[in-house]
Every structure is written in structure tokens, then in C-alpha cells.
T-cell receptor
Framework: GENVEQHPSTLSVQEGDSAVIKCTYS??????FPWYKQELGKRPQLIID?????GEKKDQRIAVTLNKTAKHFSLHITETQPEDSAVYFC????????????FGKGTKLSVIP | KAGVTQTPRYLIKTRGQQVTLSCSPI?????VSWYQQTPGQGLQFLFE???????NKGNFPGRFSGRQFSNSRSEMNVSTLELGDSALYLC???????????FGPGTRLTVT
């Protein structure tokens, strides 16, 4: 089955700096890659996603890039703010008959004011 | 539209008991997936349902079961509870199996 590795597990940045979180996946049939943000005590919230026919997608300060050949995808947050502090999860969905999401272990992002 | 709702939000049960958790998807969504979230294992897939049919099941013992009703609401049941079942149980709904999933607030289950 699919396996998703996520790095780093913790990340601290100064307010205004950029943050990058990287994930690798194992199943070359995977074709959908969402990112979720989970604040303490709250539900995971979908913040951006990308499908395998696209290399990059941006939404204001957030961008995701996908390299299908290398089987990795990354989340980029620019001009970080204290409210960006949360745990971020990447996930991959295989296109081979199953629609389940396989999640990475999460990255705890701390933005220091 | 109202978001995904889950009831109850908190549960405390004793080892050996059973529990039923409920999930109401976003109106119009026909697919519901369930995940177990623990600090050590992260988010792990339990099952997914579409049109009242279980389409896929994760690597969990048979004590974990679920179903989906004709109105797309879903329930999951855990029998013979073990201490290790303590976790946050999240459901997620999507319009179809291949579209974006939106999570509910979860049910925090504590087994003592």
C-alpha cells in the first residue's frame, strides 16, 4: 500500500520568514495530494490540494509543488504569521481502485513573533 | 452549508464495553470516511463508504465496524474496547469518493 513520509516533524520560523514542509510517497499511481492544517483541539482543515496533472498551485501565501518523477510534494508558506502555528499533515490518494487518504505523521510549525 | 458533525464529542468507556459513534456529512455529500488519530500513529484510515456500501477498509481488527445509511449518515462501532482504542475518531465527508474530504470535529474516546 501507499506510504507517506513527512519532514521535518517540527519546524520553528521567525514571523515573516518562509516555511517549507516536504513529503514523499511510494505509490506511483497516487494522483491527489491534499494538505491539512490542524490547530490544537480542532479538526483538520483542508488548506490546499494538488492533482497529478498539475505541477504547482498557489493560494495567497500558500503554495504546493509536485514532482511526480521523484514522488515528492511540498508545502510552502510565505510571510508566516503567528496564526500559521499548527500541525500540518500531507496526504496522498492512490488512483488504483481505492480512494483512501494515507497521511504523513505531521509537522508542528511554530511561528515566533 | 453546515459542516460535518459528529456525536458524541467525548466518551469515556471501560475496557470490554462497546461504543457507537455517529457522523453526519455535509448536505449533498455521499461519501464518508473514518480515521483514527493518535499521537503515536497519526491519522490512520479505518473505512470509507459511498451509497451505503463499504468501499474500502483499513488495517484494523474486526472489532471495528461501520455502516452508512440512505441519508449518507454513518456510524462506526467498536466492540470489546481495549485501552489502545483511546483516540480521536474523525470522520470526513466528500461529494464523491474522488473529491476533497472535509473533516468533522471528532469524537474523543477514552477507554479506562
Amino acid at each position: 500500500g501507499e506510504n507517506v513520509e513527512q519532514h521535518p516533524s517540527t519546524l520553528s520560523v521567525q514571523e515573516g520568514d518562509s516555511a517549507v514542509i516536504k513529503c514523499t510517497y511510494s505509490d506511483s499511481a497516487s494522483n491527489y495530494f491534499p494538505w491539512y492544517k490542524q490547530e490544537l483541539g480542532k479538526r483538520p482543515q483542508l488548506i490546499i490540494d494538488i492533482r497529478s496533472n498539475v505541477g504547482e498551485k498557489k493560494d495567497q501565501r500558500i503554495a504546493v509543488t509536485l514532482n511526480k518523477t521523484a514522488k515528492h510534494f511540498s508545502l510552502h508558506i510565505t510571510e508566516t504569521q503567528p496564526e500559521d502555528s499548527a500541525v500540518y499533515f500531507c496526504a496522498a490518494r492512490s488512483g488504483a481502485g481505492s480512494y483512501q487518504l494515507t497521511f504523513g505523521k505531521g509537522t508542528k510549525l511554530s511561528v515566533i513573533p | 452549508k453546515a459542516g460535518v458533525t459528529q456525536t458524541p464529542r467525548y466518551l469515556i468507556k471501560t475496557r470490554g464495553q462497546q461504543v457507537t459513534l455517529s457522523c453526519s456529512p455535509i448536505s449533498g455529500h455521499r461519501s464518508v470516511s473514518w480515521y483514527q488519530q493518535t499521537p503515536g500513529q497519526g491519522l490512520q484510515f479505518l473505512f470509507e463508504y459511498f451509497s451505503e456500501t463499504q468501499r474500502n477498509k483499513g488495517n484494523f481488527p474486526g472489532r471495528f465496524s461501520g455502516r452508512q445509511f440512505s441519508n449518507s449518515r454513518s456510524e462506526m462501532n467498536v466492540s470489546t474496547l481495549e485501552l489502545g482504542d483511546s483516540a480521536l475518531y474523525l470522520c470526513a465527508s466528500s461529494l464523491h469518493l474522488s473529491t476533497e474530504q472535509y473533516f468533522g470535529p471528532g469524537t474523543r474516546l477514552t477507554v479506562t
